[in-house]
């Protein structure tokens, strides 16, 4: 089965860090540029951070900028998003997506993306 399978998520006190990971089963990563998403309750899903196949990252304006940092480490077929500082506000499940570019990540349409994970869970609170 080709998937995408996010981990990693949890409950945090504010100022915490956590590092999501996005593994794929049935194929490999190598070829792909990973972004990652997060939804909130009642808010529209918002791109925080992208990484090309070749490891250059695009990190989302703003608040996320300096906090997100996105990694990949193809031996495990795997990308990381490592958050720090983590914020009430960050609360949000929080996906990745697979497609062949980072161009314009936070605009395309979720039919646009190759492969999506179910999301995982990040909770900020005290």
């Known amino acids: 089965q080709l998937q995408l399978v996010e981990s990693g998520g949890g409950v945090v006190q504010p100022g915490g860090s956590l590092r999501l990971s996005c593994a794929a089963s049935g194929f490999t990563l190598d070829d792909y540029a990973i972004a990652w998403f997060r939804q909130a309750p009642g808010k529209e899903r918002e791109g925080v951070s992208c990484?090309?196949?070749?490891?250059?990252?695009?990190n989302n304006a703003g608040d996320v900028s300096g906090r997100f940092s996105t990694s990949r480490e193809n031996a495990k077929n795997t990308v990381y998003l490592q958050i720090d500082g983590l914020k009430p506000e960050d609360t949000a499940v929080y996906y990745c997506?697979?497609?062949?570019?980072?161009?314009?990540?936070?605009?395309?349409?979720?039919?646009?993306?190759?492969?999506w994970g179910q999301g995982t869970q990040v909770t900020v609170s005290s």
């Open positions: 997506a697979a497609h062949y570019s980072c161009v314009g990540y936070k605009f395309r349409k979720r039919y646009e993306y190759d492969y």
């Open positions: 990484i090309t196949s070749s490891g250059e990252t695009r």
